[in-house]
């Protein structure tokens, strides 16, 4: 009886990413330059080569030890275990967490259109002043 750990599946582990990021073989192929059909190729084989390795976990954004540690149980492990980082505002974070408010966007945006259309209505009337004025001249 062997004891003989069996190797990571190094493509299932980037088909299985690449479903957690959302991201279909088309985007990946088309982020890395190579075809659909060359992104399915690499997720059936055990092995990948270094290069191509590093270029899809940079188009995955991940680190290339990532995709080689990566399992189900460790993503089942992290997400129980994961906190809300926001009150560190990204601090001692892998990466920076940016915290804004959608609606302070949305009323942002609201005042800049309203302050379009305000210039837009001045604008017309000023036409209209305009060619009211051509009229009585005539």
Known sequence: MSTATKPKHIGRNISRIRELRGMKQEALADAIGISQQSISNIES??????????????????????????????????????????????QNAAYPVYNFNPLEKLIESYDENKKLYERLVLAEKEKIEYLEKLLKDK
């Open 45 to 90: 084989n055990e092995t990948v080569e270094p290069e191509k390795l590093k270029a899809i976990a940079i188009a995955l954004g991940v680190s290339v030890e990532a995709i080689k540690n990566f399992s189900d149980e460790n993503m089942i492990n992290y997400f129980n275990s994961f906190h809300d980082n926001s009150i560190n505002n990204g």
